[in-house]
């Protein structure tokens, strides 16, 4: 009881719905978590509008029994650029492949969730929308791209969706019945509305003679710290590099406007540049140039390494306060793996932060939210944040399971939870951390504290790989490959195994010479050591945390 906290009272038909509840699969395919959140969201509401809701994930979905599904709502993230979550990766495949089954008799609609930040925005949910028709499913409902402030937009569609599936003679239905509560507080959930923290340490760990900067940020909360499980992470809403902002007004013929100021430095994405943002531009400003850009062909080429700043200063136009909103999208929170355990910190939550810069096109660019936090927070500062729970990312119920974990550069922040939350709970399993990044005596994130662990027990064994003290590069990887005899062992033994930080590169080649181990030391051949992982993967063995 209560597990609906925030939800009216509802009628009894919608209570317990008809004998005949409709089946209805929801079909959801996530990263992060977003996409499952919403998929049962989804579920929720259908029930309470007289189905019988089933929520699959992709990386589950046995294929074969998707023809039997007569309504299905698809729910698809895509991630970076342009390809499905890891790990719905393999069920994506499938449902792309030459074996998928005919869909005849299926109803669908999908709702794609996205990034407008990356060129191939919501690139699976068009896919599987058009494979599902393909297929010869009936799409019942037009598909909706969502970009990342995507709440409000998904409520909406996942309504009209329930009502449209919905069976011919539905239950009556009453107000009631749509008053979901799309922000999540159901009971048995923690909360996830945005909170205040207090900075109260801000220590860069990396030497001073290091080419890096990253942050330990320790947070701490008046009401106490959000319900974060090891694994979960918080999403932090950051401000706009001022600098940048007077950049913007001033291309945009707007200096000195003050309250549009305040707006862009912490409510509008000033930094992001897509094809729909030259779209928006060209059409806020009627730009002839900026519209051939983009017929041209060119844009996503020209896109590359620049920002909002370059639009302006290459397509001067004078813009209005209202324009700027039109062109630019809300500034999105950005996601950081949480670094401690609540067993061990108490009330607190810190994070490890890395500082973005670089320059392209003759430009000094900066990450927005690791620069706020870098440069222009400081201890005692006030930061928004918001739980962001990911529950595909967690340690083995049993705290006697092994767990191997491989976190180079910032992602070696959950792998700090891990070990001190087995620390404080007295697991018995062993753990093995391989951490890497650039130099051993500037860039040893934790390095005392790996120090102490190994000492305490609370962490069994460290294999290191910095990749610039010697000529040739090594790599996370490598050390894997080294040690593969053993790596093997421990996961024959039922270990788990953990990867979390770069998805574009690194998260790859982990997974590559994971695969390679088991060829060499199980000597399998290249397919039976991808099943061994993939069979890993599907039995939530080996998880990742990649971004
Ligand atoms: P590099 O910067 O010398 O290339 C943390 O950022 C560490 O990850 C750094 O040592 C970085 O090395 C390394 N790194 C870069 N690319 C990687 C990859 N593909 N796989 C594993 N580690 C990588």
């Not at 959140?37 to 699959?56: E, I, Q």
């Not at 058009?130 to 297929?135: G, M, Q, V, W, Y």
């Amino acid at each position: 009881a209560g597990l609906d906290a925030g939800a009216q009272p509802v009628p009894a038909s919608a209570v317990s719905p008809p004998r005949a509840a409709e089946p209805l699969t929801i079909l959801f395919a996530s990263e992060s978590g977003n996409s499952e959140k919403l998929a049962n969201d989804a579920a929720k509401l259908a029930r309470r509008s007289g189905f019988k809701p089933r929520v699959v994930d992709l990386a589950e979905l046995d294929l074969a029994e998707l023809p039997k599904a007569k309504h299905l709502m698809v729910i698809a993230a895509t991630w970076g650029e342009g390809e499905p979550p890891g790990r719905a990766a393999s069920g994506y495949a499938d449902l792309m492949g030459p074996n998928a089954p005919r869909l005849d008799g299926v109803d669908f609609g999908v709702l794609a969730l996205g990034d407008t930040a990356y060129v191939e925005f919501c690139a699976i949910g068009k896919a599987i929308d058009a494979r599902l028709a393909e297929l010869g499913a009936r799409r019942a409902i037009e598909r909706v791209d969502l970009d990342l402030d995507f709440e409000k937009g998904a409520a909406a569609w996942i309504k009209g969706a329930v009502e449209k599936l919905a069976p011919a003679t539905p239950e009556p239905q009453t107000g009631n019945v749509v008053a979901v509560d799309f922000a999540g507080r159901a009971g048995a959930e923690p909360s996830r509305e945005p909170v205040t923290a207090e900075v109260t340490e801000h220590i860069n760990l990396n030497s001073s003679r290091s080419a890096k900067e990253t942050i330990h940020l320790a947070l701490s909360f008046e009401d106490g710290a959000p319900a974060y499980e090891p694994g979960d992470s918080l999403e932090l809403y950051p401000e706009n590099d001022p600098a940048l902002v007077d950049q913007v007004l001033k291309a945009a013929g707007l200096a000195g406007d003050d309250a549009l100021r305040r707006t862009l430095l912490s409510e509008r994405d000033i930094t992001t540049l897509s094809p729909a943002t030259i779209d928006r531009f060209a059409k806020a400003t009627g730009h002839d140039e900026a519209r051939r850009l983009l017929d041209s062909g060119e844009a996503r080429a020209w896109i590359e390494g620049r920002q909002l700043i370059d639009l302006l200063e290459t397509y001067p136009a004078a813009l209005s306060a209202e324009h700027l909103g039109d062109i630019t999208r809300p500034l999105p929170p950005r996601a950081y793996s949480i670094a401690s355990s609540r067993k061990e910190v108490g009330e607190e939550a810190h994070l490890l932060i890395a500082a973005v810069r670089y320059a392209t096109h003759g430009r000094a660019r900066t990450g927005v939210a690791s620069t706020h936090v870098a440069d222009r927070t400081r201890t005692g500062a006030k930061l928004k944040v918001r739980l962001k729970p990911n529950r595909h990312f967690r340690l083995p119920a049993d705290p006697a399971t092994d767990i191997i974990m491989v976190g180079p550069g910032t992602g070696v922040a959950p792998f700090r939870a891990f070990v001190q939350e087995r620390r404080a709970v007295g697991a018995t399993g062993r753990s093995w951390l391989f951490f890497g990044d650039r130099h051993f005596t500037h860039d040893f994130l934790y390095q005392l504290e790996w120090q102490d662990a190994l000492e305490d027990g609370s962490l069994t064994r460290i294999d290191l790989a910095f990749s610039r003290d010697q000529p040739e590069k090594i790599y996370v990887q490598d050390r894997i490959r080294a040690r593969r005899r053993d790596v093997i062992d421990w996961l024959e033994g039922g270990a788990s195994f953990y990867v979390c930080g770069d998805a574009k590169a690194m998260a790859k080649d982990v997974r590559k010479a994971l695969v390679d181990a088991f060829a060499d030391v199980k000597a399998m051949s290249p397919e039976l050591a991808e099943d061994a992982v993939r069979k890993l993967e599907r039995d939530r063995r080996y998880l990742t945390d990649v971004y």
